[in-house]
């Protein structure tokens, strides 16, 4: 396998590169976080979706009328406390600005903004559907201002959830393999992905999901970059997976189609010099900078 296994990329990937100071050591203490509110901004959510005003977002002082909502704390920039609060409603709440889809706002938000709105947007999610206690039943309590929740009758403790996903381009010599997942808008062609099951590492998580997928036997695998990817909580862990032939065979389930596709082929499509029915994933995705990594390599 040629060296760019060795060579992780330095740069952030959307929803990565998040710039605040979580102080994890002093977010569990009650008047502590009590007195970062009093001077903090809120970015508001409504239906998951962040506020957005003039294309960045939104981060507004306390409001009395968003008593009761979710309120997680982001973390600090500088010394400038930011939390995010779910804001209930059948319609939008009137702020300047407007709830945006966190996926479309993606390609518009700055870096940072992108960060903060997605761990906003993750912690906020998991709140919403993490209020009752999986161990006994009981609605439980928000603590280290949202990194943990306590059931009070039993004192089970829950974390908000990362859940892993391997995200994997099939490479041999000159060409790499790319799939068409049957729920994949026409066109769209990427690299295989798949949940990490209990009890598996990521290597085998790669070579299971690929034997699944594409039938298709590799070798070495390694290990790429990854990717927070708030949709509603996957840590995306891209990979390399070492073909050890062209033969492949797709399960025509999950994935529709399949193609080895050259780098100086990968190459012109990212740049969008080729226009046909074939597309490849837009640069917000781990797996644009997985094929682009080992195309320009
Ligand atoms: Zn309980």
Redesign the pocket.
């Known amino acids: 396998m040629s060296n760019f296994n060795l060579r992780n990329i330095t740069r952030a990937l959307t929803f990565g590169g998040n710039p605040l100071d979580r102080a994890s050591a002093q977010r569990a203490d009650p008047s502590w976080l009590a007195a970062q509110a009093k001077g903090g901004l809120f970015l508001p959510f409504w239906q998951n979706r962040p506020l957005v005003a003039d294309a960045r977002i939104a981060l507004l002082p306390w409001r009395g009328e968003w008593e009761g909502g979710i309120c997680v704390f982001l973390g600090l920039e500088g010394a400038q406390p930011l939390f995010a609060i779910d804001l209930a409603g059948e319609t939008p709440p009137p702020l300047d600005g407007e709830f945006q889809e966190m996926r479309p706002a993606a390609f518009v938000l700055p870096a940072r903004d992108t960060a903060i709105a997605g761990q906003g947007k993750a912690l906020i999610d998991w709140h919403r559907r993490h209020g009752f206690?999986p161990?006994?039943?009981?609605a439980?309590v928000m603590r280290d201002g949202g990194y943990r929740r306590a059931?009070p009758?039993?004192?089970?403790e829950h974390f908000p959830r990362t859940d892993p996903v391997v995200i994997m381009l099939p490479v041999l010599g000159n060409a790499c393999l790319v799939g068409r997942n049957a729920r994949f808008p026409g066109g769209l062609y990427s690299a295989f992905a798949g949940f990490v099951e209990p009890g598996e590492t990521m290597e085998e998580a790669v070579r299971r999901e690929l034997r699944e997928e594409a039938n298709i036997a590799v070798g070495a695998i390694s290990y790429h970059a990854s990717q927070p990817w708030p949709f509603p909580s996957s840590l995306m862990l891209g990979c390399y997976a070492q073909a050890l032939s062209r033969d492949f065979q797709i399960d025509g389930v999950e994935i529709a189609d399949a193609r080895w596709l050259t780098k100086d082929d990968v190459r012109a499509r990212l740049a969008g010099a080729l226009e046909d029915e074939m597309k490849l994933p837009v640069p917000i995705a781990i797996a644009h900078h997985l094929m682009r990594d080992w195309a320009e390599e």
């Open positions: 206690c161990n006994c039943g009981t439980t059931c009758h039993c004192g089970a």
